[in-house]
């Protein structure tokens, strides 16, 4: 509702100051409004597609498809491939720039953007991986077994602080 209202209030705005002409501005301070207002109607026709998006095909058409509600992340992505559409539609049809020029120079940015953060993504995921398989190592093999029922003891009984557990891991826990 609310992207609704803001498009419509941008358009109706962009509309007087259409009309109105330079009756109330000077010529450069009129054309400097009329580009923001028609930057603002673009951001919030987006908002409202975006929107839609969400509303009638993630929230009703893939969750009844699906029966659970659509992974966060794909949502999101849509959500900043709006966003990134609408930047390049704001860019030709307000400034009048070339759409091939802007999707090369998008691609060129991804490109170094991918190479610059290369080692970065490798390691984390390198990282992820080799902590998932220490821990399932450990799991398997059962280097670290538990607490016998034994060694519990109720909270009132006095402890012995020289005893050590043992363990067959690193770090033997101490009680």
């Known amino acids: 509702m609310l992207p609704a209202l803001a498009t419509a209030f941008f358009s109706g705005i962009l509309s007087l100051s259409n009309m109105s002409g330079d009756l109330f501005l000077p010529a450069w301070l009129h054309k400097g409004v009329l580009v923001f207002l028609e930057i603002l109607v673009w951001f919030s026709g987006g908002w409202l597609f975006n929107r839609m998006l969400s509303l009638l095909f993630w929230n009703t058409l893939v969750k009844k498809i699906s029966s659970t509600p659509p992974p966060l992340m794909l949502v999101q992505l849509s959500g900043i491939f709006v966003l990134i559409l609408t930047l390049s539609l704001i860019a030709h049809f307000v400034f009048d720039e070339s759409t091939t020029t802007i999707i090369a120079a998008a691609g060129g940015l991804g490109f170094v953007l991918g190479f610059a953060v290369q080692g970065l993504i490798l390691d984390l995921f390198s990282g992820l991986a080799l902590s998932r398989w220490v821990i399932l190592l450990i799991v398997i093999t059962g280097l670290v077994r538990p607490l016998s ?12 602080c020289g005893q050590r557990i043992e363990t067959w891991s690193l770090f033997p826990i101490a009680i």
């Not at 029922?149 to 012995?160: I, N």
């Open 149 to 160: 029922e034994e060694l519990r003891r109720p909270a009132g009984e006095p402890q012995d």
